[in-house]
């Protein structure tokens, strides 16, 4: 185990629905971040947060809303998505004081019917 | 932006043989390069990374060299193992900041028993 939990790890939604993907890392860490895993793409960066930034890959919808309370637990809100946004969505956390690695939780699989 | 092409897509090899894996970057300004190995149902793990001061790093049977001029940089897996079936991913970026990894494709790699 890497220290990072995702839940639900598997996720099927309709196009209307409305529904929530947590993180929570217990690594002391102060960085959190979004990717998104498809098969036609690589591991893209959706969004990264920590207490004095956050930062937005300007191709993500709208539809895809990030939430990070505190610095252990981070969120993705999911509102009207489409087929195309099914995938893995991986979410990871990093030491920014000194930590060069990022350490991956096991994802969530959504799938958008 | 930064661009990381990642080859081949796939590579098969005997146990005990080596395997290489190539990647390319685009932005001369990254300056640190990991690998991840992620097994199926796993999130990503980092198994070796490297800065740009620096022009080889080795970690038993794991190493990569970095070659800031061409902008490319190699994993070597030496005396391959069974467990060592997995899809590799290489990565670029500026350390410093939100460190936003930008990653290639994605290598998966086989060991024939």
């Known amino acids: 185990e890497t220290g990072v939990t995702q839940t639900p790890r598997h996720l099927v939604m309709g196009m209307t629905n409305k529904k929530s993907l947590k993180c929570e890392q217990h690594l002391g860490h102060n960085a959190m971040y979004w990717y998104k895993q498809s098969a036609k793409k690589p591991l893209e960066l959706m969004f990264v947060?920590?207490?004095?930034?956050?930062?937005e890959n300007n191709s993500v919808p709208s539809r895809f809303s990030p939430e990070c309370p505190n610095s252990s637990h981070l969120f993705l809100h999911l509102h009207t998505l489409q087929p195309e946004d099914s995938a893995l969505y991986l979410c990871a956390s990093r030491n920014k004081r000194g930590g060069d690695t990022q350490y991956f939780g096991p994802g969530t699989r959504l799938t958008v019917l | 932006g930064e661009n990381v092409e990642q080859h081949p897509s796939t590579l098969s090899v005997q146990e005990g043989d080596s395997a290489v894996i190539k990647c390319t970057y685009s932005?001369?300004?990254?300056?640190?390069f990991p690998w991840y190995k992620q097994e199926l149902g796993k999130g990503p793990q980092l198994i070796i990374d490297?800065?740009?001061?620096?022009g080889e790093k080795k970690d038993q049977r794991i190493a990569v060299t970095l070659n800031k001029t061409a902008k490319h940089f190699s994993l070597h897996i030496t005396e391959t193992q069974p467990e060592d079936s997995a899809v590799y991913f290489c990565a670029a970026s500026f350390i410093q900041g939100a460190q936003k990894l930008v990653f290639g494709q994605g290598t998966r790699l086989t060991i024939n028993p």
């Open positions: 490297i800065r740009s001061n620096v």
């Open positions: 932005d001369s300004a990254s300056n640190y």
């Open positions: 947060y920590s207490l004095e930034e956050r930062v």
